[in-house]
């Protein structure tokens, strides 16, 4: 497969007098996909049931006869005004129990079963439409499921829904969802599933066995809703179905969603997320400020293309500054085109640039296009057409397995958001920090689904952090033949979120190790380990006689060992974190290196890549790599 | 016109008995002003109809014959609980949808029609009894509109108002509203303007131009509230009527309202103002901690001028602790004189300590005043007896013209509040930025509302931030003799908050400049400029033929020049700032000079002031200016 | 008396098969006393009316039968989720009006009837049954009043009681109210009682004599709730009653709840406050991480020993981490036995481990106890079993008075709070570092209720920022024999909120001095002393001819003497107040000494104690003390 690229347009913002030299421009720019439709309903649908397609039909028409393929989007994201009267309950309500408005996007709740109907009727009605069209050649659902906070809803409608999905899931047994939870323990015990509430507004922390299942519902009602759109698009076109995720959004199940769509995708934008997102600290988001973490999107090229089988795209790449970071500065030049081959290097299919032209109306008028609000070439266009040329001789796309597994689990970032137990921890904190330590080390990566148990092909795996850790996966885990990486906080809980105690966690095959006490630190007091290095955050108290690797100054045990399988009881800071890898990197017959500050590396099934994130230009073994530099050479 | 001093005065607060004694001392210490009234409607009015003017008969009488003269307030700022009886709607409701409460004051929602009519009840009552009174020489409408964050309300009153008000500003045409708006971007689009609500709690931040004018419809509320009352005082008084605003409250347009009145007043609070709304840093609190910030006064006294079309005092003038600040010191010995002096520096024709006695209950009780509530002298009074005596000698105030001026818009507060771009950014905050680099350069200043279009005898005229900047105001400055300095972010939105396309901003007559692209940055990220100093917070990509001349390190272009025209495309810091004051100075054939920190002069028609804001004597070009010193010497 | 030890056990969380061995492990490890019930409420009474008692009864059967003595907890801080479908307007509001909810633990409004009623009801129930058992040896009533905010509601029944509680104190007569409140100030007046409501959503600041009386209302609502209970359990049972009550927590007035107590107790849990209440800096949360403040505890120690009447008890003690605070650290080894000893120390007849399993399930399984979820001992119970050991040959319990005295006022604090004048500053953070000082220089204290009046055998007695002062009071304390330290900020107000004017405070008897002005200062900006240390946050401007002990380097008076009583207008920092103490101690013929950071000695009737709280060994003149090392001596 040839990789390409696209943009995301919105005909219905521009006068029809300019479609066809937006078409045209975008095709001698070298793209090859148009994003459109995603957020206009209320031009498909100005008033309940009377529809407008003359206007899609035509813009799909221009694009189309100039060669472009379109991505037609479902417009669930932005239900109008007139479907505020007719549901006036569909908004969500958050945890103060306040309704959200009208009047921007997302404003809808998943387990409104109004508004539910209403996103099939209109989904079905493009369908019917557009799913024979020739130039429609992909579908997007809805629009970033989950953005603005927007899964989780306090709202009566949920609250239903709740207590209905937990009937299911306790198969209608009150007394197993008191026993399960642990409701004796505050005289909180429920009679009957109707006298379940929502954990918000508690006097102090609900349950969080509560609280655990009450995020596992709210990740099935997005999975629900999608799947309703898919169904329908399914009944009436064989273009793929994507959706575009967002970044650090981990309130759904995005694998139980991705199983749903052809092609996962997702919307990178890496100064946004320095700033909003990403955990930098101040001096990494002074060195990165133009150039966004060196990191952060990798990660997510990874994790979605795990989510997509194989099958991914960035839909949305940020082309300038955009509108919405606490600080929104240029990426530096030769960004844009690092970003869009760091994304190939990833395996991405297809690389979109939002947005076309820059709106100069409404809530994003300072984000920037690839052309100005002005129509001239703004940056993004010109990196963008040099990467068209570049990908001209560029090698297919080759699917190709990586040396080195990450575990993914959304289930355990609910668990551990329910229970951080020290401020500010987070699973997603804790993947991205071994992420970053692979990184560092040179070495190419596969995000797998927990869900996994064929490891066949790693030489290294790493399990951090999954709270609850099913015994097939041990089982499978320490029968593979890599080495395994697991904790700190793994299977720490059972289903319902309770300690497990015969015998304690973490209970691995093979290994005798026990976490005797948990302890949570504060950020300015890490724990030396022996040797260099440090603990910091979050540390357990290890038993047992497995042979530790790593100790603390004070001769605890941090890291024990037994054959392949390694149990690391600690959140290490970065230099006790590449002490470990490098001792499992060589057991693994992994080959390592320590990059310079910035720079990262990236192997295909064809090619090696390097790219250099720094403002400046770096000396490599591959030679200096100018600021913002990428080098391509077959492997 | 002689210049006088004055006080704040609540005869309901205290016997009878000391009113005479009270008003004694008043006028044995120099004042010529009282001003009463203004919260006392439970006094007035004890029960609904039931009226009560015997004791504020007296009360002007008892100071009228003292020879002292009585500012009027209406009491309309704190109707009495049983107006909650009869309007229990009549709340401001916060952003939250909370409504809030009796208790304190300024508890109405301007949008109110209940309320409205008793404001209007009560001033007519007021005004028949006392309009013809010859003690009464002034009048005040209500209290510090706006304080408390009491401008905007998100009332079902404002919401309808706010539906009746855009239907009249859009000619009851929804398709022009939703085209102005751009509300086709999230298919926010209305059918009625029934349909349009207010934007809170909207899923995301909501659409700009519907934030916008949500401002601009509370602020007319308001001036329409004040419009009420003094239209009714007007039928029974010839006294002059003010209004006494705050300090940074820029949410309702000062400069609409003060055209209804004959004088502007202004409440001036210099510590606490230090602690609470400066925008000075810590360094600069701890340093000026006694003695408020040197410019935040001066700046709200040349801006109130202008409200007051020349005519304005300060009504409360800060005699030693308050009581609202996070931290509340005294004043140095020296500092109420010196803010005295300054008023009158700037043009105040009187200057009105509040309060008489301090209070020893409710609210304010550690709020300091001219006497102590055991009676003694409290140190303002002593400082105000020494102004009196040396007023006695001082020429008569005159009118005068600065050489320098700098405009001020209240929507382009809103714009910038409505839309920073940057974390913390303000207009208010820019203009201050500006202002002080001019006083650490020793000019004379006068602010302009936005509206001038004669700039006849200015020779350096400042107009940064104006977002939105009518044609006919670029043509009035390039055609006006001064040097004119716009930017940065000035002409960057039309009307209803769209950026101009055709071509884009700023568009300056004679001027080749074009904002190619906006950033903000971290504010630990200045960027430096070539020569010294920084921009930093906010920087535009400029292009064009224009010279410039400030440019980064990189050589892009920073400020540009063509005639007497400057752009300006960044924030910039204070050596920044100097420098190209500096220039531009030169120009303008300004005399400029390096003031030492916190020392600040004006000149006025007949005098030149110095002032020493700091807290240890300070060697100046007129000598050694003592700690809180205040010099005077004719022109 | 016997000093003994003991632990808090949930029967209900386990299966009855290890009851057995439960109580004979805990036997075993020397404990005496085991808490049960009190939040069992759900399993005692599964529906309304159905009351299951067997398994309760086994319980303590079990228990009594292996020696120990039971303490019955009534369960009403945890009513069952039946009790919100009988009174759905139970839950507590919280100062947004937002209705609390179910699904944690006191979650009921102290001002709801029929609450009030169902916990009589309970509560005679559990009496009637357990009364003359004679295992029950002593009883507990609800748990820890006040926990999670929980002493202030904003409910409807709060409104109407506070209402009534208000008609009360001001005898029917709504113009007392109007006058001492000062309600004229603002138009506040009230025509009727009926009119008033509660002081939350305000507009600004409410009146703070209406703030003020809200909390003594509230107050008084906990106490006769508390009350209701200990009568009824008195009818039925001659053991003892208690309460165990919080660290900081002041919203309610413990004296007076404890004088229907005949033991006091308290959960002390030294690592968690240490996080999140002591005010300790991030120094010293860093030094102390693993040992909790030096001084936190051994202050409630003596405070709970004066609520107590002398008789109080630890009834919670961290065993290991806890869940619940920021960050969640281990004890260092041997913190736990210091923690008993020096509740000893200071009196206690009892100290009980929080909790004897730890639970793997619900809201504290993460909470460590004296045995791990897998029945393994966890170090606690190892360091309890060397307490019993050690308590053998240990002398008995005797009362005992110390030279030096601090006076404790709930009501200040409620002041304070209403009105700290400067951001952060608290009556208690006053009395803490007060405490300190005393304690740095080897101090033993006792605590005394501001009722005092007797105040024989004291050599020196601290009474500072007791805002409301009876005249007896000072009276007192100027009769007798110790010397007196009081302010700052004593005497500052009368009973209801209003500056006492004649004189100004602080009026105190044979001390020619008075408070002329009131400043508070940054936390930047100390203010220093002449001879060493400073002043900060807090300073008065003083008057009068006492002599000055302590004066700014400018030379103002901050802490003035005149014979035996002492008035200091201000916060010291800790060189200014040891230089203070040391003169008062000096004069008191106090044995004072610089003990080293982080070590404390008490004396007792009988004993000498040294503390080592750090995590390395000391030299102190009684020898090298081990990290968490404790010294006991005979005296
Ligand atoms: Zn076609
Ligand atoms: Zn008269
Ligand atoms: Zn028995």
Redesign the interface.
Known sequence: MKRTLGTCYYP??WSTDIWESDATRMAEAGLTWVRIGE?????LE??PGQLCWNWLDQAIEVLGSRGLKVVLGT?TA?????MA?RHPDMF?VNQ????????????YCFSHEGYFAESQRITRLMAERYGANPHVAAWQTDNEYG??D?VISYSDAAGRAFQSWLRTAFDDDIEALNAA???????????DFT?I?L????????????VLAFKRFSSDQVIAFNRAQVEIIKEHSAAPISHNFMGRVTDFDHFKLGADLEISTWDSYPLGFL?DRAGAS?AE??AF?QQGDPDFQALHHDLYRAVGRGRWWVMEQQP??V??A?????PLPGMVRLWTWEAFAHGAEAVCYFRWR?????????H?GMV???HKD?PAIIEARQVAEELRDAPDLQPSQAPVAILFDYDADWAWST?P???GLSYFGLILDHYKALRRLGVTIDILPAETRDFSGYRLILAPGLMHMPQDLKQALSESDAEILVGPRSGARDAH????????PPDLPGLDVTV???????P??PRPLAGGGAVMHYVE?LEGSAVPLLQTDSGAAVAVRDGSMTYCGAWLDPVGMDRLLKVLGQAAGLEMRDLPVGVRTRRTATEEFWFNHNATPVETEVGLLPAAGVLRRPR
């Open positions: 219905e913002h957020f206009s309903w209320s031009r100005p008033t417009p932005t239900p109008p005004r007139w009267e969500a103060f129990g306040q309704k959200r408005g009208f009047g921007s996007r997302r404003h953005c603005h927007t939870w642990g409701n004796v323990f505050w005289s909180m015990e429920y009679r006298e509430g954990p918000n507004l508690t006097v102090t922390e609900p349950n969080p066995a509560h700033e101040a988001q002074r400020s300038g500054p509108n919405w606490p600080y929104n500065p240029s820059q709106a100069p109306f409404a809530q994003e008028q300072m920037a100005r609000p002005d703004a229970q137990h020290g401020a979120f309770n300690i497990p105690t015969s015998p304690l005797a006490r948990v302890e949570s630190l504060r300015d007091l108290e």
